[in-house]
């Protein structure tokens, strides 16, 4: 919130800004990544260390993170866990206890960033048990801030996590998500926007199966050599994942693939280290620097998506078509676009896609308003009748159905429709104050006078108006 309100003083709403901000981050977190794979090869070469950076660069998975503007919380958390880990490395080979500062610091800046944070110290942990070497002095201080930043978090937002709301029952869900992450680590596609879960696809299941035991059968010759790309690298895919997993627990679980661009770079680790041990196969090297093209290309495909709210919410309704939450979205992109016939027919399919009955009695309402400001009385009172069918009581409708009948200047059916408003719901402002008008309209002023008093005490109370 802090980098956001910084970018709003320094350029408002300008969103090409957000997005070059977003960019420069990525391109930070890429060089970052190109220096801890260097200093983490026995050879210090170059080439290996650029391929991986390069392909943490262009990995169409990040797509997502650095196209949306509020996914700026990924590449930042990222440049912040990045330079802890490089300044922690620094202080392990000079004992410079300045670096230790640093790192601490770019710790706790990670952890007010996003609480993917909160596993990294074992990744530290990981790297010195790798090089032999106790950490448990040095990992110290990240518990105490571990502690004082729960304390702080339990201030701010109440008593902590709500165990009540994961099921164990949905543990097969969160292993077949964590195999769907790792597929598309390798095999980036399809890349949808799910606002849930996506359909189960055993294919891609398959692939992550597959790749998850060929990382294991790496793991464990890497562990006799104690070489640390490959090992490290699994353990930074697996730590930085760990927080996002639990929401596959949830009633209704979620999917999002952005969840992925930290743990990226556990992958971007591990081909490092495989690139040496394809020197002298032609066709292997080719055929590695041809994925990265195809990396590459699918990024900027894939970024098209992005161009604007109407593209992006169609786009995330062909991944969840059978969702409300897009067809909302859809519907307001096109309210602000002033499209408000195409808007009030989202809300509609919005409503009859809606699980929770509120829910549908808003996108009915929404869509009611939609058509009446069009003069489409007949869909509008059609609207309001659905969600009077199934709530006789709401107050909201019955003033809507009364708005509708004062455009057809029914003055007197107006009267009852408000007045049955008002019935449900006495503190309904916008029923009295239209009650007070269509009195006057009819010449009836004591009982105009009657609910314009009315309104006059709702609107100076603290009953906020309907």
């Not at 262009?58 to 196209?67: L, N, Q, R, T």
């Not at 990992?139 to 571990?146: E, Q, S, T």
């Not at 464990?220 to 790309?229: H, T």
């Not at 897009?326 to 195409?342: F, H, Q, S, V, W």
Request: aromatic content about 12%; proline content about 5%.
């Amino acid at each position: 919130m802090l980098v956001l309100n910084l970018g709003y003083q320094s350029w408002a709403t300008n969103a090409v800004a957000y997005h070059a901000l977003n960019i420069a981050l990525h391109g930070i977190n890429t060089i970052l990544l190109f220096y801890i794979i260097l200093g983490l090869s026995s050879g210090r070469e170059t080439v290996p260390a650029f391929f991986g950076a390069l392909l943490f660069a262009v990995h169409p998975v990040h797509v997502e993170s650095i196209a949306w503007i509020a996914g700026l919380t990924d590449p930042l958390v990222s440049i912040f866990l990045l330079s802890n880990f490089l300044l922690y490395r620094h202080y392990l080979l000079s004992g410079r206890i300045l670096y230790a500062g640093l790192a601490l610091v770019c710790y706790g800046a990670g952890l007010m960033s996003k609480e993917v944070a909160v596993f990294f110290p074992a990744v530290l942990i990981i790297h010195d048990w790798i090089l032999s070497r106790s950490s448990l002095r040095r990992i110290l201080p990240y518990l105490v801030l571990l502690v004082v930043y729960f304390i702080a978090r339990a201030i701010a937002l109440g008593d902590g996590i709500a165990l009540e709301r994961f099921h164990f029952s949905n543990l097969p869900t969160l292993i077949e998500y964590f195999l769907r992450y790792i597929q598309l680590l390798v095999f980036p596609w399809p890349l949808e926007f799910y606002v849930g879960g996506p359909s189960s696809n055993l294919p891609a299941i398959g692939i992550g199966a597959l790749v998850m035991l060929a990382g294991l059968f790496v793991a464990a010759g890497a562990y006799r050599n104690r070489d640390p790309l490959p090992l490290l690298g699994a353990a930074w895919f697996v730590i930085t994942l760990l927080p996002a997993l639990p929401i596959a627990l949830l009633e209704d679980p979620v999917f999002a693939i952005r969840v992925l661009y930290l743990p990226s770079a556990g992958l971007a680790l591990v081909v490092a280290w495989l690139y040496p041990r394809m020197r002298g196969k032609v066709l292997t090297i080719r055929t590695a620097w041809g994925v990265l093209l195809v990396f590459a290309v699918f990024s900027i495909v894939e970024i098209s998506d992005w161009k604007d709210e109407v593209t992006f919410h169609l786009r995330a309704i062909e991944s969840n078509p059978e969702s409300a939450v897009p067809y909302e979205g859809l519907a307001r992109a096109y309210e602000r676009n002033g499209n408000l016939n195409k808007a009030a027919e989202s809300y509609l399919r919005a409503a009859a896609l809606a699980r929770e009955e509120n829910r549908r009695l808003i996108y009915l309402e929404d869509a009611a308003v939609l058509f009446g400001q069009q003069g489409d009385i007949t869909n509008s009172e059609h609207s309001y009748r659905e969600i009077l069918d199934r709530d006789p009581q709401h107050s909201s409708a019955w003033v809507g159905m009364g708005n509708n009948a004062w455009a057809r200047n029914d003055m007197q059916r107006a009267i009852e429709f408000y007045l049955k408003a008002y019935d449900a719901n006495p503190n309904n402002y916008v029923a009295s104050y239209n009650l007070s008008i269509a009195y006057q309209k009819l010449g009836n002023y004591e009982q105009a006078q009657y609910f314009e008093n009315i309104a006059r005490r709702l609107k100076s109370s603290s009953t906020p108006p309907e």
